[in-house]
Nanobody, 128 residues
């Protein structure tokens, strides 16, 4: 398993940008599919984006497609989420997530039930 620590959350105005980072410890990072989830107040946690272990494939929820970009640096054991054109409905606690990826990677590979490692979360608040 990997241990995950998020950073970069904060308060931003509508239309602004934020970059979240997730620092991972452990050798399993480079062999894990990674992703971001979020949970807004009173709502269930939802999938935002995922990336394959080599960074060659990415998937996004429709709600963030075209605005958010997920990326990873296996040499530095880091995962990032660049968030642009932020909206009030993007307000949530954002979680970094990991799941070992031995072979295939698909759009449904990283579901909440399949995640094996979670970060503690970082708050993102978008003010109007």
């Amino acid at each position: 398993q990997v241990q995950l620590v998020e950073s970069g959350g904060g308060l931003v105005q509508v239309g602004g940008s934020l970059r979240l980072s997730c620092a991972a410890s452990g050798r399993a990072f480079s062999t894990s599919a990674m992703g971001w989830f979020r949970q807004a107040p009173g709502k269930e946690r939802e999938f935002i984006a995922s990336i394959s272990r080599n960074g060659g494939a990415t998937y996004y929820a429709d709600s963030v497609k075209g605005r958010f970009t997920i990326s990873r640096d296996n040499a530095k054991n880091t995962l990032a989420l660049q968030m642009n054109s932020l909206k009030p409905e993007d307000t949530a606690v954002y979680y970094c997530a990991a799941r070992p990826q031995p072979l295939y990677f698909t759009s449904s590979y990283l579901t909440e039930a399949d995640v094996t490692s979670w970060g503690q979360g970082t708050q993102v608040t978008v003010s109007s």
